[in-house]
């Protein structure tokens, strides 16, 4: 499916984002009824978990998903979004159509039921929505060696960095240093996948306290 923009101006704001998100994952049909279950937006991108019933209350038969014991299935759906020309516009797919982005959040997956087949389009989706979710969130202080060598901008490498930020007026940004030059580069999160932490400021307590700990012993 393509790009469908609103040029009433109805969607102007993130509420106005979400109330349009579940209302599109709300209908009925003649046999069966989905309602949205949980909404999560992340850059540009909403997550869906909506979940299927039978109006009869007889249980969901479905191809890709397992029947909850309830007699429900839950799918995940995925909404582009973006505005163009001050007009909202979204293009939605469903989880087993392969969509590219994968950013759920791990609260959104626990909602959907199983699939039936561990080599299907929505089980992969899932586990790179479980990747993402995996990337470290590290800590000022943390010494990172990265699963590969990061490329820069003027043809050098970096391996191992240290988590430390810089000021652009009163925001904090993230930013590494690196550990052979000194200097300071920017990272997507993208590139801290696989990583590992060399050291943390957490594990280097004070004299004292390690003195306390130790007497607990």
């Given at each position: 499916?393509?790009?469908?923009?609103?040029?009433?101006?109805r969607v102007?704001?993130?509420?106005?984002?979400?109330?349009?998100?579940a209302?599109?994952?709300?209908f009925?049909g003649d046999?069966?009824?989905?309602e949205?279950?949980?909404?999560c937006?992340v850059?540009?991108?909403w997550?869906?978990a909506?979940?299927?019933?039978?109006?009869?209350g007889?249980?969901?038969?479905?191809?890709?998903?397992v029947?909850d014991p309830?007699?429900?299935?839950?799918?995940?759906a995925?909404?582009?979004?973006r505005?163009?020309?001050?007009?909202w516009?979204?293009?939605?797919?469903?989880e087993?159509?392969g969509?590219?982005?994968?950013?759920?959040?791990?609260?959104?997956l626990?909602?959907?039921?199983?699939?039936?087949?561990?080599?299907?389009?929505?089980?992969?989706?899932r586990?790179?929505?479980?990747d993402?979710?995996a990337i470290?969130?590290?800590e000022?202080g943390d010494?990172?060696?990265l699963?590969?060598?990061?490329?820069?901008?003027d043809?050098?490498?970096?391996?191992?960095?240290?988590?430390?930020?810089?000021?652009?007026?009163?925001?904090?940004?993230r930013?590494?240093?690196?550990e052979?030059?000194?200097?300071?580069?920017?990272?997507?999160?993208a590139?801290?996948?696989?990583?590992?932490?060399?050291?943390?400021?957490?594990?280097?307590?004070?004299p004292?306290?390690?003195?306390?700990?130790?007497?607990?012993?």
């Amino acid at each position: 499916m393509g790009w469908l923009f609103y040029t009433d101006g109805r969607v102007k704001s993130y509420a106005d984002e979400k109330a349009e998100i579940a209302r599109l994952c709300t209908f009925e049909g003649d046999t069966r009824k989905t309602e949205l279950v949980k909404a999560c937006k992340v850059g540009s991108t909403w997550y869906a978990a909506a979940r299927v019933t039978n109006r009869d209350g007889t249980p969901v038969e479905d191809a890709t998903y397992v029947t909850d014991p309830d007699g429900s299935i839950t799918f995940a759906a995925v909404f582009l979004t973006r505005y163009d020309d001050g007009c909202w516009g979204y293009k939605d797919m469903e989880e087993s159509a392969g969509p590219v982005e994968s950013r759920a959040p791990l609260s959104l997956l626990a909602l959907l039921s199983e699939l039936k087949d561990p080599d299907s389009y929505a089980h992969a989706w899932r586990q790179r929505c479980q990747d993402w979710a995996a990337i470290p969130d590290y800590e000022e202080g943390d010494k990172i060696k990265l699963a590969t060598p990061v490329t820069l901008t003027d043809g050098s490498t970096c391996q191992i960095v240290t988590a430390t930020h810089y000021r652009r007026g009163r925001q904090k940004r993230r930013c590494y240093r690196i550990e052979e030059t000194g200097g300071l580069v920017r990272l997507s999160k993208a590139s801290l996948a696989g990583s590992e932490l060399l050291s943390s400021t957490k594990g280097a307590a004070s004299p004292v306290l390690a003195e306390f700990l130790a007497g607990r012993n």
